[in-house]
């Protein structure tokens, strides 16, 4: 079995961190499993590419953001490097960047 964990930090309109970390059935390599960071959980999904339910999106080695070709919404991620997660208390500035039919913004892939 492939399981894909995740920790995750949202500031909603509360202003109040909240931390989580959550396991999740990645193994298919067909079907995606969406995970919502409002709703701190999976969410049932229909039409990814035409729904704003989700945020994050796993198939086995595969991670999308709901944003470009990968949905209507409009997340996009940042790679940081050398900073450890504890560290981050608000959205970092940087250059984020969403899926493309080129690239996928966090990982695609099987390796």
Not at 82 to 89: G, K, L, M, R
Request: charged letters at 20%.
């Amino acid at each position: 079995m492939f399981i894909c964990t995740i920790v995750f930090r949202v500031v909603p309109a509360d202003a109040k961190l909240h931390s989580a970390t959550v396991t999740i059935d990645a193994t298919s390599r067909e079907a995606w499993t969406f995970f919502s960071l409002s709703a701190g959980e999976p969410v049932e999904v229909e039409d990814h590419t035409s729904l704003t339910d989700w945020d994050l999106g796993f198939q086995r080695t595969k991670v999308i953001v709901n944003a470009g070709v990968s949905g209507p919404g409009t997340g996009s991620a940042l790679a940081l490097d050398d900073v450890q997660f504890e560290e981050i208390v608000e959205a970092p500035e940087g250059d984020y960047v969403t899926d493309t039919n080129q690239i996928a913004t966090i990982a695609r892939g099987d390796g």
